[in-house]
């Protein structure tokens, strides 16, 4: 195997670049678009997932004694074929661009891969594989000044339970100490988590590259889960089917799981004044933003919508559409920014959208990624839309 | 389920600390102990695996279809047992506190269970259980100043790679902006990679409470993978066994995987000159430390021990002693410390080990972890065992 790959990726990139990925942040280069590759976040040297030059992807799997495996690309089981080795081997028809869950079914159960990293989606653990976009140059890790992310965890009040974020501070924030930064928060999809913007969705990669470019201003990021729970809430029943499935929630349940009342408060009385005393921030609605995808598209209207004097730019993800008459205060909205994959339903909708809003006098934005789905890219891409547009 | 469970939980803490982990760094507790729990890093709420109050752990994993299904606990494999129901169940020995490294086989294939977070290890992504610790409140997340743990990425000339790293600044460093700090370079262990001291380690947190009691210095940590390869050099195969096995590697690859000449290269030209640019550090070997645990402890040798002008304290985490012998330059070391878990070969040796090494002249200090393994337990106490004697 390695005699047939090695001039071909040799002609790409150095050996020592393909062999161990870290933690997803470096391995992922445009350059690799219409090569054949190992995936990026295959470890210790794992060949497969292979990515192939027309972006097609071979996956192998040993289970000599499984009577039927299976590999789910973003939860589409597809038949893999056995070996006389006892190996598995599925190639998969071309893929979209940019990042993709999968996971395994080994005789039914959903598994995960332990030859490839793992990343949180869909309720559980997935693993992942890349496709290279030649026009994927945004978020490649490159030769600029880099931020700084920062785990942090704090203390919510509110939940009486301690929080995990991660926060993107910009090029200079540690060296420029008299200046204050707009802060945007920055909301994952449902079944994800505080870590996703950062794995999958390259945030500081891509503000890394805009602000060395003088596209985007540099401003800080702030990602957290929106689960939260006071004592006593009862929070979503697991899906992940490798775990024993729990009773069934109740419709007053299913209501809290979705209501983001209490993750509002969190927000709101908790991590962001958290935030203004840890970081140099600015303080006003004017340099706060907030964007979401998908279900993350809720916690925004739910927080940031309806509260105008504390947030003037809104970010929608992948989630629908917003109407004038969904806005308190038109005075106070800088920005409506809202997005889809070409792939998905409201795609087409969203241009008249952005006219409604603006014939009534906010000032709206869509956009339209191309030949993507409800997936990594249009998000990555959203997001490198977006930043451009913001704290001006 | 819950009726049972909820009554003795709800005596240690509210229901909003147990169902959502984040990330294994907010929910480990060690008032837990002695309490029947959901593991801590099961995801969405997922009960299983449960931690009994002795210890014990509970597996469930649901795999109707499936012949045979069995819980790794650090790759000793036990059988489950089949229900009705298709869930597979098994309850374990009492194990030993701290967290342990768990994985599934479902019909002979190592795989992942979905439903918990995953951790590298083992050369292949992992599942982790965590059993409390009365004594573990060391490591517990408290209400005390709290450093930052920073993800960097800097490019390294000697391999022509970007290379990916986890830096911890102390409490007080983005205030005192006049003050310089010491550095603690931590390596991890064989098939683990830059996450680890971090993830599992614990490493933010125990520094944390030390610093806060007065007990340590204040001081930068820098983790990061001592997998390290020249273009044209080649990596140690996978061994996951999800991927298909590789070729097996031939004596030289087998003596440049563990030879850590390229990595000395990597961190004494790329890593520490990147630390000392972007960090205030103070950049003398008497402010300079260096510990690994198992294989680390072999990357510690060749690239500290070998070095008495560039590092003054060295740590040695169950990977054997060192003689007075392998010590270059006696007048310049300030500490060797030496540990092993008590479970392990090495314990009984240690401590004259350490009698040689101070009758030669050298400071030198051994610990014994009681009653633990080759396991992450030993390794966190090592860390709040040799912390205080750093940089005095």
Same mark, same amino acid.
């Given at each position: 195997?390695?005699? =047939?790959?090695?001039?071909? @990726? @040799?002609?790409?990139?150095?050996?020592?670049?393909?062999?161990?990925?870290?933690?997803? !942040?470096?391995?992922?280069?445009?350059?690799?678009?219409?090569?054949?590759?190992?995936?990026?976040?295959?470890?210790?040297?794992? !060949?497969?997932?292979?990515?192939?030059?027309?972006?097609?992807?071979?996956?192998?799997?040993?289970?000599?004694?499984?009577?039927?495996?299976?590999?789910? =690309?973003?939860?589409?089981?597809?038949?893999?074929?056995?070996?006389?080795?006892?190996?598995?081997?599925?190639?998969?028809?071309?893929?979209?661009?940019?990042?993709?869950?999968?996971?395994?079914? /080994?005789?039914? #159960?959903?598994?995960?891969?332990? #030859?490839?990293?793992?990343? =949180?989606?869909?309720?559980?653990?997935?693993?992942?594989?890349?496709?290279?976009?030649?026009?994927?140059?945004?978020?490649?890790?490159?030769?600029?000044?880099?931020?700084?992310?920062?785990?942090?965890?704090?203390?919510?009040?509110?939940?009486? #339970?301690?929080?995990? =974020?991660?926060?993107?501070?910009?090029?200079?924030?540690?060296?420029?100490?008299?200046?204050?930064?707009? /802060?945007?928060?920055? !909301?994952?999809?449902?079944?994800?988590?505080?870590?996703?913007?950062?794995?999958?969705?390259?945030?500081? @990669?891509?503000?890394?590259?805009?602000? &060395?470019? +003088?596209? $985007?201003?540099?401003?800080?990021?702030?990602?957290?889960?929106?689960?939260?729970?006071?004592?006593?809430?009862?929070?979503?029943?697991?899906?992940?089917?490798?775990?024993?499935? &729990?009773?069934?929630?109740?419709?007053?349940?299913?209501?809290?799981?979705?209501?983001?009342?209490?993750?509002?408060?969190?927000?709101?009385?908790?991590?962001?004044?958290?935030?203004? $005393?840890?970081?140099?921030?600015?303080?006003?609605?004017?340099?706060?933003?907030?964007?979401?995808?998908?279900? +993350?598209?809720? /916690?925004?209207?739910?927080?940031?919508?309806?509260?105008?004097?504390?947030?003037?730019?809104?970010?929608?993800?992948?989630?629908?559409?917003?109407?004038?008459?969904?806005?308190?205060?038109?005075?106070?909205?800088?920005?409506?920014?809202?997005?889809?994959?070409?792939?998905?339903?409201?795609?087409?909708?969203?241009?008249?959208?952005?006219?409604?809003?603006?014939? $009534?006098?906010?000032? &709206?934005?869509?956009? /339209?990624?191309? @030949?993507?789905?409800?997936?990594?890219?249009?998000?990555?891409?959203?997001?490198?839309?977006?930043?451009?547009?913001?704290?001006?």
């Amino acid at each position: 195997m390695k005699r =047939i790959l090695l001039p071909v @990726l @040799l002609t790409a990139l150095s050996l020592s670049e393909i062999c161990f990925a870290q933690t997803g !942040q470096v391995l992922i280069n445009s350059n690799l678009a219409g090569t054949v590759h190992p995936n990026p976040y295959n470890l210790y040297g794992a !060949q497969f997932p292979r990515i192939e030059a027309d972006g097609r992807v071979t996956f192998h799997f040993n289970a000599p004694d499984a009577k039927k495996v299976q590999v789910a =690309i973003a939860n589409v089981a597809f038949d893999m074929t056995k070996g006389e080795d006892g190996i598995w081997t599925y190639t998969s028809e071309p893929q979209d661009k940019g990042y993709h869950n999968y996971w395994m079914l /080994v005789d039914s #159960a959903i598994v995960v891969d332990p #030859a490839t990293n793992a990343f =949180i989606g869909y309720s559980h653990m997935c693993n992942g594989f890349e496709i290279p976009d030649p026009d994927g140059g945004f978020y490649d890790l490159k030769d600029v000044p880099h931020g700084n992310v920062i785990i942090k965890n704090y203390f919510s009040k509110t939940i009486s #339970a301690w929080r995990h =974020i991660y926060v993107y501070t910009p090029p200079g924030y540690e060296t420029n100490t008299s200046t204050r930064y707009p /802060v945007f928060y920055l !909301q994952h999809g449902g079944g994800e988590d505080e870590r996703v913007w950062f794995e999958m969705g390259r945030t500081n @990669l891509i503000l890394d590259n805009l602000i &060395a470019e +003088g596209k $985007a201003k540099p401003f800080i990021v702030v990602m957290e889960t929106s689960a939260a729970y006071k004592p006593g809430e009862v929070p979503p029943q697991p899906r992940a089917a490798g775990a024993r499935p &729990a009773t069934p929630p109740d419709s007053t349940q299913r209501r809290r799981a979705f209501s983001f009342d209490t993750y509002k408060d969190v927000m709101l009385n908790d991590m962001i004044p958290f935030i203004d $005393a840890n970081f140099r921030t600015l303080k006003n609605a004017n340099s706060r933003a907030m964007a979401g995808l998908s279900m +993350g598209t809720f /916690v925004t209207r739910v927080v940031a919508l309806a509260t105008p004097d504390k947030f003037a730019y809104l970010g929608i993800f992948s989630g629908g559409s917003i109407a004038p008459t969904d806005v308190p205060d038109k005075s106070k909205v800088k920005l409506i920014f809202m997005s889809f994959g070409s792939r998905e339903r409201g795609a087409d909708g969203l241009k008249d959208a952005a006219e409604t809003l603006k014939k $009534a006098g906010i000032n &709206a934005v869509s956009y /339209v990624s191309p @030949l993507t789905a409800h997936e990594w890219q249009s998000w990555r891409r959203s997001l490198y839309q977006m930043a451009p547009l913001l704290f001006k």
